[in-house]
């Protein structure tokens, strides 16, 4: 017999860990062999670990699965990456396929989908659960007919990173050491993000974080 897939499993909280273990490790084909509580986590146990296919949350402390998923699929080209989310949305569809996701699967309905997606990411193929293609198609079509883009990225990687870090209440100090660059250069990002956003204060930055899921609430 074919040896599992080996993988990957990253959610902040323990609970939600352990039902999707349970799910998958009930699949001949499948098995959990490492998890993470948050982003920064997941790639540390990714490069540790032989992992075929890595399954992370998108709203993670210290970096979000999104953020985690563009750097695995640097480093590891070869890795398969699943989104496991609470939001259901278009712009976190698109972002996952950025980001180098084969798809995401709503936590809601991962007792129903999460197997499918995991052999569909395994055989590196994209997967839309069933409810959201066609949505995601008409939304499409309507932009199509009306001329606008698809969901641009208002801000970089980078001020991403710093703006969840703002938001989870770190200080420029510690958001320089963790990103290994000067205070300065903490401060002229978050500068850059205000401006961007149209925001006045951390309050409001912490907010926008919360809206588009880079922090939970």
Known sequence: ?????????????????????????????????????????????????????AILDIAMPRQTGLQAARELSRALPDLRILMLTMYDNEQYFFEALKAGASGYVPKSVADRD?????????RDEPFIYPGAES???????????????????????REEEILKL??????????????????????????????KLGLRDRLELTRYAIRVGLIEP
Request: aromatic share 0%; proline share 3%.
């Open 166 to 195: 703002v938001a989870e209440g770190h200080s420029s100090k510690e958001i320089a050491v963790l990103l290994v660059i000067s205070v300065k250069t903490v401060e002229r990002h978050r500068a850059n993000l205000l401006q």
């Open 1 to 53: 017999m074919t040896a599992p897939a080996r993988i990957l499993l990253a959610d902040d909280h323990a609970l939600v860990r352990r039902g999707v273990r349970l799910i998958l490790d009930a699949e001949h084909d499948l098995t959990v062999v490492a998890e993470a509580a948050d982003g920064a986590e997941a790639i540390a146990q990714a490069r540790s670990n032989h992992i075929d296919l």
């Open 114 to 122: 999460l197997i499918e997606a995991c052999r569909a990411a395994l």
């Open 135 to 157: 949505a995601l198609i008409r939304t499409y079509l309507d932009r199509v007919r009306t001329g606008d883009r698809l969901p641009v990225r208002p801000i970089t990687e």
